[in-house]
């Protein structure tokens, strides 16, 4: 017999019982923002991921277009692209893991949390979707400032009911990143073998690299120890600065977040063991929010682990940085609750 050809949406071919109708076992994943600069990169990784059935890729603008781009890769996942917010809904619906890289990026001058006058409404806006459509989606908020964009999130999610602190999930791996790269630089090493714990938040001070606990165990002069804070606090600013008014990092945020969300994925899908640094809901610190290790499993950040002993260093800089945590996240909070 014939096979039972259709027209799919657009012009595509396919058989009526093709798998791109209900997806191969896996996780359908959503990225609000893919058509940007982190979003693009972004895309291509989570379409090579084999955990990903499903791809569905938002922007208010070109998400045909990547879509297109995107979809050709003879890779498992079903690509399919939503533009503009009356498909916003569409995007959202199903969804098991949704991440947020919508919004404007710095340019030289600028701090994070310059961008919050832009960036808390659409980051309001793409949560009251989530939280309407796939309320029990773990989310990875990249957007910045990230410090008070999830609490702006876990707002948006109180005030429609659905608010589960172990979902929300902001992403700092970029720091991990970083701090993992520019430490195994110091020591010699390859940085696939170096594991830097940072804590805090996503900006300047707020960013707290814990040199003292870097695996494997190994230990800094003071001027290593200013030299290597200081680099991983400012590596955004190094990015933005090289960028020159273009941007700020992308492809190495595209790197970071798709190894962050494949730990999520794998949480999901009750991988044991599953460790990385988010900034999350806490009770690490007298702070309602903050970045450290967390155990990802089958419902998200299931445990929040401790800081773990630090020396005076990184004593000093927990204070400052709190102080300034402090005040981001009450930002956040005032944005939706005034
Ligand atoms: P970009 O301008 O290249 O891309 C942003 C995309 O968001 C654009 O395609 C834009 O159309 C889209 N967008 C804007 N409003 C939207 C809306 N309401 N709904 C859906 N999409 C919308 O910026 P970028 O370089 O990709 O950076 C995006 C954000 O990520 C910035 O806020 C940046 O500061 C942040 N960032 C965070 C980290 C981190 O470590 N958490 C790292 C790098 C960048
Ligand atoms: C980063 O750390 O690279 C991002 O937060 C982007 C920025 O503005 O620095």
Redesign the pocket.
């Known amino acids: 017999n014939p096979p039972n050809l259709q027209m799919a949406e657009g012009s595509v071919l396919e058989r009526s019982n093709c798998r791109a109708k209900g997806g191969a076992p896996g996780f359908k994943v959503a990225i609000l923002g893919a058509a940007g600069g982190i979003g693009q990169p972004l895309a291509m990784l989570m379409k090579m991921n084999p955990l990903v059935s499903v791809l569905h890729l938002y922007d208010v603008v070109n998400a045909p277009g990547v879509t297109a781009d995107i979809s050709h890769m003879d890779t498992g996942a079903v690509v399919r692209g939503f533009l503009g917010q009356s498909q916003l809904e569409a995007a959202l619906t199903g969804m098991d893991l949704v991440i947020i890289p919508a919004g404007i ?2 340019k030289p001058g600028m701090t ?1 949390d310059d ?1 919050f006058k832009i960036n808390a409404g659409i980051v309001r806006t793409l949560c009251e979707g989530i939280a309407k459509c796939c309320p029990n989606a773990i989310v990875n908020l990249i957007s ?1 400032p ?1 410090n008070s964009t999830v609490p702006i999130a876990a707002e948006v999610f109180k005030k429609a009911g659905t608010y589960d602190p172990k979902k929300l999930l902001g992403v700092t791996s ?2 991990v990143v970083r701090a993992n790269t520019f430490v195994a630089e110091v020591l010699g090493l390859d940085p696939r073998e170096v594991d830097v714990p940072v804590v805090g938040g ?2 300047g001070v707020t960013i707290l690299p814990l040199l003292s606990q870097v695996k494997p165990p190994c230990s800094f002069t003071q001027e290593e120890t200013e030299y290597l804070t200081k680099r991983i606090q400012d ?3 190094e ?2 600065e090289a960028k020159k008014g273009a941007g ?2 992308t492809l ?2 595209a790197y970071a977040a798709v190894k962050f969300a494949d730990a999520c994925l794998k949480g999901l899908r009750g991988d044991a063991g599953v460790v990385a640094c988010a900034f999350v809901a806490s009770q690490v610190t007298e702070l309602p929010f903050f970045a450290s290790k967390v155990r990802l499993g089958r419902t998200g950040a299931e445990e929040v682990y401790q800081l773990g002993p630090l020396n005076e260093y990184e004593r000093i800089g927990l204070e400052k940085a709190k102080q300034e945590l402090a005040e981001s996240i009450q930002k956040g909070v005032s944005f939706i609750r005034n």
């Open positions: 990026p710095r994070r961008l910045n990230v970029l720091d996503h900006a590596g955004g600013t990015v933005v700020s990092a190495s945020m």
